[in-house]
T-cell receptor, first 116, second 112 residues
């Protein structure tokens, strides 16, 4: 089915471990985003990508790494997970427009990550 | 931070009543969007209003934007139990390119 999917939906890991969250979209949207959602903070942008092989930092990038070798995939890696990275992570995508911020973002269902 | 703030944080109303929630932001914007999030789900886009617009309608939704006060409101008329969700405003920032900021959300409960 078309859409944007995330995996895994739930993940429990331990401090110091590397974790990769996957995001896949079938629309061939140029832009993809990673957000984290925490109580009291709303959604905060971690990283975004304007196209394959083009990524840029958002508001809270520290401790995270992204890559985008293919348009449809945008994995997020926590190189050494910390408890403060316990959160719900959302991936989103949007079409490329001349003023991208006017475009609707389509969100995945989220990944709930717990770091013990 | 450009992050918007919604007010109130939580709102509980009876079915059929109108629900109003507000969003304030800090710096000049190009556009403001409202999203809805049902419990345990991702966000769904509701409506976009551009900085040169003052009011916009979509079905039972009415959005206003006052750029002089750096605020927006979302009105849901004739609410239904299915409108129970969290509502977020999202803004870009006029001079910071691709940053995109969400507020902290208003949790709306519509009682049948």
């Amino acid at each position: 089915d078309a859409g944007i999917t995330q995996s895994p939906r739930y993940k429990i890991t331990e401090t110091g471990r590397q974790v990769t969250l996957m995001c896949h979209q079938t629309w061939s949207h140029s832009y993809m985003f990673w957000y984290r959602q925490d109580l009291g903070h709303g959604l905060r942008l971690i990283y975004y990508s304007a196209a394959a092989d083009i990524t840029d930092k958002g508001e809270v990038p520290d401790g995270y790494v992204v890559s985008r070798s293919k348009t449809e995939n945008f994995p997020l890696t926590l190189e050494s997970a910390t408890r403060s990275q316990t959160s719900v992570y959302f991936c989103a995508s949007s079409e490329s427009l001349s003023t991208w911020s006017t475009d609707t973002q389509y969100f995945g269902p989220g990944t709930r990550l717990t770091v013990l | 931070s450009q992050q918007g703030e919604e007010d109130p944080q939580a709102l509980s109303i009876q079915e059929g009543e109108n629900a109003t929630m507000n969003c304030s932001y800090k710096t000049s914007i190009n556009n403001l969007q409202w999203y809805r999030q049902n419990s345990g789900r991702g966000l769904v886009h509701l409506i976009l209003i551009r900085s040169n617009e003052r009011e916009k309608h979509s079905g039972r939704l009415r959005v206003t934007l006052d750029t002089s006060k750096k605020s927006s409101s979302l009105l849901i008329t004739a609410s239904r139990a299915a409108d129970t969700a969290s509502y977020f405003c999202a803004t870009d920032a006029l001079h910071t390119g691709n940053q995109f900021y969400f507020g902290t959300g208003t949790s709306l409960t519509v009682i049948p």
